[in-house]
């Protein structure tokens, strides 16, 4: 099946009839749903198991089977098989005594088959290590995209120091992701869209950029080479910035003779959190070759998020304090997830562990219940865990642009813009341009803004200059706002068949 699909897709514009004819008419695939993974993960997990560990966190069949078909869905979009049967992720070679941003595997080119990549990207992973909240070396797994033709800039300076290299530089965007779940199955390099696609990843690779991916720690690769677990610390701002930071000077040493010392850093929702996490480190650890922070839709605090959804719907408080339980207990060994969730919750969020769910899954299985504890709050772990992770109000390593679509409701515009304000009124000489896009959704700020975060990136590979102050735009249509498509109406499935790729 793989063949006939790459000799229809290298014959590319060729009709449906003369891809046959070429190919000595082999007969496609029959019409099927698509490739169906279920029984992958940890081995011989059915239907029938999941359908088991559902009814012990009892969840009424009704709602077990929309929990299936979410999580058919999301183990149809693996790239391969589990993370627990990938090679890639389980032979994990030794980080004992390295510092982080070190490569411990490298794969050159990956098999595309396995994803869905536009024409003219390339793709490879690597295994790397970065570091937690508390600066314990880990290892963590990335992707790298490579454009076709890489962009050329005049400043741009190689990595390496060696005298016989002749290509010129290619410039590294990092790119950090915003919430794809919290287990070893949930992470883009795993995921055949790399989780983004068109949103940023592959908009930038085919404007010329290398993107640099981590899954951050604990996704994609979820243990060390002696199988010890890694928690996926989720809203960690810092430790998910550090792993941009550090996946970037791991490319950097996996391909000296290709990548450029000048980088810039871009993120959307948590991984908008995570750059600006970024770039506050990189004002107190700065890196040779950076050139700037774009964050998208940014979750900036777990405290404000928390409270905002207290008073808004208790509904979204326990789904959020769901999702980082997980966080907060690798932070806090002592901390237990009973002590912010219902006996509910704390089945509900097991059970999607256990089944190894991602977001899909979350949102069928945890979405709409209020899961928190009345005295959730009593505990000091929220403002503690706020308080190491929390961005905003600090020195950064400037310039940075901040995109928020004003008719956010994943990340409340409110808090974006209180926090950018905090930083502004603490930092009048930083560099901080906000740029909000009225009537425009969450992951669509990347769309309707692509020209914006577009034309910055590309400013700061050229050396502009950029003013120091803080800096706020509006951007609205031409049009009203009701004309134009406000959310996604489409995934990207593998083509199987002639007449998807004629």
């Known amino acids: 099946m793989r063949g006939r699909f790459t000799t229809a897709v290298a014959l590319g514009c060729l009709g449906v009839s003369q891809v046959l004819a070429q190919s000595d008419a082999q007969a496609w695939p029959p019409a099927a749903v698509q490739n169906n993974t279920f029984n992958a993960t940890y081995g011989a997990l059915d239907s029938a198991q999941a359908r088991e560990i559902l009814k012990r966190a009892g969840v009424p069949d009704d709602q077990a089977d929309a929990v299936l078909v979410a999580l058919d869905f999301e183990r149809s979009n693996w790239a391969g098989s589990s ?12 980080h004992a005594g390295l510092a982080a941003g070190v490569p411990l595997k490298v794969e050159p080119v990956s098999n595309a088959s396995l994803y869905t990549l536009p024409p003219g990207v390339s793709l490879s992973r690597i295994l790397f290590t970065t570091e937690t909240l ?7 797994s990335a992707f790298v995209l490579w454009p076709y033709l890489p962009r050329s800039f005049d400043a741009l300076t190689p990595y390496s120091n060696f005298t016989n290299v002749t290509s010129k530089p290619q410039p590294i965007i990092g790119w950090g992701h915003g919430t794809s779940g919290w287990s070893g199955e949930c992470g883009p390099s795993h995921i055949r869209n790399l989780w983004y696609q068109f949103s940023a990843p592959y908009t930038m690779a ?13 996704l994609g690769l979820d243990h060390d080479s002696n199988g010890n677990f890694i928690a996926h610390q989720f809203g960690a701002n810092p430790a998910s910035g550090g792993d941009i930071i550090h996946a970037i000077e791991a490319a950097q040493k996996a391909w000296p003779a290709r990548l450029s010392r000048e980088f810039v850093i871009m993120g959307h929702s948590q991984g908008g959190g995570a750059a600006w996490g970024a770039a506050e480190r990189l004002s107190s650890h700065p890196v040779k070759g950076y050139l700037g922070t774009v964050a998208g839709s940014p979750l900036t605090s777990l ?3 928390a409270n905002f959804a207290q008073e808004v719907a208790p509904t979204v408080l326990g789904e959020g304090l769901a999702r980082f339980s997980t966080a907060i207990g690798s932070v806090f060994p002592e901390f237990k997830a009973s002590d912010w969730l219902t006996e509910q919750g ?7 562990q256990e089944l190894q769910g991602c977001q899909s899954v979350a949102l069928e299985l945890i979405a709409g219940y209020n899961l928190s504890r009345p005295d959730w ?16 109000g600090k020195a950064f390593a400037g310039p940075m642009l901040v995109l ?6 994943a990340v409340p515009p409110p808090l974006v813009t209180a926090t950018v304000n905090a930083t502004c009124t603490a930092l009048p000489d930083s560099q901080l341009e906000y740029a909000m896009f009225d009537g425009v959704g969450h992951v669509p700020v990347l769309y309707a803004g692509q020209q914006v975060w577009l034309d910055w990136i590309e400013d700061r590979f050229k050396g502009v200059g950029v003013a120091k102050g803080c800096k706020q735009t509006v951007h609205s249509p031409q049009l009203d706002v009701s004309d134009f498509q406000g959310d996604f109406k489409y995934t990207l499935q593998y083509a199987e068949y002639s007449y998807e790729v004629a």
């Open 83 to 94: 993370t627990q049967l990938d090679p890639f992720y389980q032979d994990v070679p030794s």
């Open 134 to 140: 508390n600066g314990t070396v880990t290892p963590a």
């Open 206 to 218: 085919l404007q010329g950029y290398v993107v640099v991916a981590p899954d951050y720690a604990g």
């Open 303 to 305: 405290l404000d998020n």
């Open 346 to 352: 704390v089945n509900l969020t097991n059970a999607n």
């Open 377 to 392: 709050n009593d505990t000091w772990y929220l403002d503690a865990f706020d308080g190491l992770t929390r961005n905003g």
């Open 404 to 409: 928020q679509g004003m008719a956010d409701n």
